[in-house]
């Protein structure tokens, strides 16, 4: 820095230190009424009345002064005058630490740990559906299974198996005939309870009774009265609950629990898939040139899995739809 540029620095630096450290005048009533200049803390100058003082800024008199003070400008970062020296605050933009992501944890299977034995997987065996039908052969009868005219309308040969002339109009017998007679004695001593309005709670109702098990029917009030006539007339306890069926399959289930009665509903058992296979082997016994098996199966397929198992045990090719 030149010799004139210093001198012209340092009465910059006199005149600031005069400006900054200097007393203030009062202000004057005349002067703008201002909230920020009324602050008790800002009224700087002699206390006493009369006295005068010249203010002077930036070369300038008479003109206010700006009330700020030295301490204050530390918190907008201004620099600090130190024996007339300027030090100058530096500012370093630092980028944040990047954080390392760490790796999931490694999950391991249990199979790692131990083996555990998997259930054997079930299978409907012929020679169940054989013993279903040896069982049951002296109460259900063979249905026939009649040449139809439809036949000739579709030009092939179409065999009907006529399962609607059971004792309850259904081939459901069948599966809960030898499903009965595969209860121990214990649990045919106590009783059986169903509590769904369907073919399968009319075969139920119907061989339990000829079986002479106590078979007790739960049906809600919305039931028909001819529906539970029938139930009565097959000879099962007949006990209306509830508004609903879900009402009465819930009081069923307390009844059997509280009874050591057996609560039994439509599902895939071994004995009752049994029993329903031996559609399969009255049809191959009855129609032997046989080609393809077209089987209802709504909601339930029960029985088309045990037909299928007893048609294909005998001749593979069958097609089974």
Same mark, same amino acid.
């Given at each position: 820095?030149?010799?004139?540029?210093?001198?012209?620095?340092?009465?910059?630096?006199?005149?600031?230190?005069?400006?900054?450290?200097?007393?203030?005048?009062?202000?004057?009533?005349?002067?703008?009424?201002?909230?920020?200049?009324?602050?008790?803390?800002?009224?700087?100058?002699?206390?006493?009345?009369?006295? /005068?003082?010249? /203010?002077?800024?930036?070369?300038?008199?008479?003109?206010?002064?700006?009330?700020?003070?030295?301490?204050?400008?530390?918190?907008?970062?201004?620099?600090?005058?130190?024996?007339?020296?300027?030090?100058?605050?530096?500012?370093?933009?630092?980028?944040?630490?990047?954080?390392?992501?760490?790796?999931?944890?490694?999950?391991?299977?249990?199979?790692?740990?131990?083996?555990?034995?998997?259930?054997?997987?079930?299978?409907?065996?012929?020679?169940?559906?054989?013993?279903?039908?040896?069982?049951?052969?002296?109460?259900?009868?063979?249905?026939?299974?009649?040449?139809?005219?439809?036949?000739?309308?579709?030009?092939?040969?179409?065999?009907?198996?006529?399962?609607?002339?059971?004792?309850?109009?259904?081939?459901?017998?069948?599966?809960?005939?030898?499903?009965?007679?595969?209860?121990?004695?214990?649990?045919?001593?106590?009783?059986?309870?169903?509590?769904?309005?369907?073919?399968?709670?009319?075969?139920?109702?119907?061989?339990?009774?000829?079986?002479?098990?106590?078979?007790?029917?739960?049906?809600?009030?919305?039931?028909?009265?001819?529906?539970?006539?029938?139930?009565?007339?097959?000879?099962?306890?007949?006990?209306?609950?509830?508004?609903?069926?879900?009402?009465?399959?819930?009081?069923?289930?307390?009844?059997?629990?509280?009874?050591?009665?057996?609560?039994?509903?439509?599902?895939? /058992?071994?004995?009752?898939?049994?029993?329903?296979?031996?559609?399969?082997?009255?049809?191959?016994?009855?129609?032997?040139?046989?080609?393809?098996?077209?089987?209802?199966?709504?909601?339930?397929?029960?029985?088309?899995?045990?037909?299928?198992?007893?048609?294909?045990?005998?001749?593979?090719?069958?097609?089974?739809?």
């Amino acid at each position: 820095m030149n010799f004139a540029a210093q001198i012209f620095y340092s009465r910059y630096l006199s005149e600031r230190l005069e400006r900054l450290f200097s007393p203030r005048p009062a202000i004057k009533d005349s002067e703008d009424n201002d909230p920020f200049w009324e602050r008790e803390e800002l009224r700087l100058g002699p206390s006493q009345p009369g006295s /005068s003082y010249k /203010s002077v800024c930036n070369g300038t008199v008479g003109r206010r002064p700006t009330l700020i003070e030295p301490e204050r400008l530390k918190d907008f970062g201004e620099e600090e005058l130190l024996n007339g020296d300027v030090k100058f605050h530096e500012t370093k933009v630092v980028a944040a630490p990047q954080v390392k992501l760490m790796d999931p944890p490694k999950t391991r299977r249990v199979s790692e740990f131990r083996i555990i034995p998997r259930p054997p997987v079930q299978y409907l065996r012929f020679e169940d559906i054989s013993a279903a039908a040896f069982r049951i052969q002296s109460v259900i009868q063979k249905t026939p299974c009649t040449y139809s005219r439809l036949s000739k309308q579709y030009g092939m040969e179409i065999f009907l198996k006529k399962e609607h002339l059971h004792y309850t109009g259904s081939v459901k017998e069948r599966g809960v005939l030898y499903l009965l007679t595969c209860l121990t004695q214990e649990q045919q001593r106590k009783g059986v309870i169903v509590a769904t309005d369907c073919n399968f709670s009319m075969a139920v109702a119907h061989h339990a009774v000829e079986l002479k098990i106590p078979v007790f029917v739960i049906m809600p009030s919305s039931c028909s009265s001819p529906r539970l006539r029938t139930y009565r007339d097959y000879g099962a306890m007949v006990i209306s609950y509830g508004g609903t069926s879900h009402d009465s399959q819930n009081h069923a289930r307390h009844l059997a629990k509280e009874n050591g009665y057996l609560y039994l509903e439509e599902d895939e /058992s071994a004995a009752y898939l049994a029993g329903l296979g031996t559609v399969g082997m009255e049809i191959f016994e009855q129609v032997p040139k046989v080609d393809a098996v077209i089987v209802p199966a709504a909601g339930q397929y029960g029985l088309l899995a045990s037909t299928a198992a007893a048609i294909k045990h005998f001749n593979s090719q069958i097609l089974v739809a």
